[in-house]
């Protein structure tokens, strides 16, 4: 598995190498570092699209997405991400996401079906021509639906309550990008961290990446896998 894994990464950076495609990043700033949201937003009438997410610019500074394969698990997701000020050298935005989840309470084993409100802010500064730095900040209100309460919530891999995240991105060319995020999960009492690369083509995206949330006795991997078509409508 390690070796197909090394293989992957080999032939995509092969084949960054060698495009001769539209320049892949230039004027359209990255949106997700390697996991935590950044400063900025797609385009006016830019689309986003994933095997599940999908964004939409339906102005310079306001973005509307969901996962919809997340809603085949009825995990019914939405977010509105607003830029407040855009540039190339920094940016801020504020958003707000709406998502269903179910939780397991540690101590009594109780399950609860919960809706998850959550505003968060998110700034991208420059520090140097090729490396951005973000911040991201959540908070994660719990709205318990008719279920039994849990106050002790178990984390798990997908886990992500309110919470403080730092990131950097660096590219090392238009077409070549290196993120990593670290944060900290107030809700669920565990770090988080994880390191990925970007490579860009004139529309399509691929991210390959490891994250790992550390909570208590609880350790857990999660690869970063994203496939993504940034176009203009």
């Given amino acids: 598995m390690y070796r197909y894994c090394v293989l992957i990464v080999a032939v995509v950076v092969a084949l960054c190498s060698e495009a001769t495609a539209e320049t892949g990043f230039a004027g359209r700033p990255i949106t997700t570092n390697a996991f935590a949201e950044t400063g900025y937003t797609l385009h006016r009438d830019e689309f986003a699209i994933g095997i599940g997410p999908i964004e939409y610019g339906i102005s310079e500074n306001v973005q ?9 698990f009825q995990i019914y997701n ?13 940016a801020f935005a504020g958003g707000f996401a709406a998502y269903s989840l179910s939780l397991k309470d540690e101590d009594t ?9 959550v505003p968060y802010l998110a700034g991208s ?3 140097s021509q090729n490396t951005l730095m973000h911040a991201y900040g959540r908070y994660a209100y719990l709205k318990a639906e008719e279920s039994d309460d849990v106050d002790d919530p178990e984390p798990n891999e997908l886990s992500s309550g309110t919470g403080v995240y730092l990131g950097l991105e660096h590219s090392r060319s238009n077409r070549t990008k ?21 490579f860009g083509w004139s529309t399509f995206r691929l991210k390959l990446g490891l994250s790992y949330f550390a909570a208590g006795e609880d350790g857990f991997f999660f690869p970063i896998v994203g496939l993504m078509w940034r176009f203009k409508a």
Avoid at 178 to 198: E, N, W
Wanted: cysteine-free; proline content about 0%; hydrophobic content about 50%.
């Fill in 78 to 90: 939405a977010d509105l991400k607003v830029a407040f000020t855009k540039s190339e050298k920094r």
């Fill in 109 to 117: 084993d109780a399950e609860g079906d919960y809706l998850a409100l």
């Fill in 64 to 72: 509307l997405s969901t996962n919809l394969l997340l809603w085949m």
């Fill in 178 to 198: 290196f993120l990593i995020d670290f944060g900290y999960d107030a809700t669920f009492k565990g770090v988080r961290a994880g390191g990925a690369a970007l």
């Fill in 125 to 127: 500064w420059q520090l």
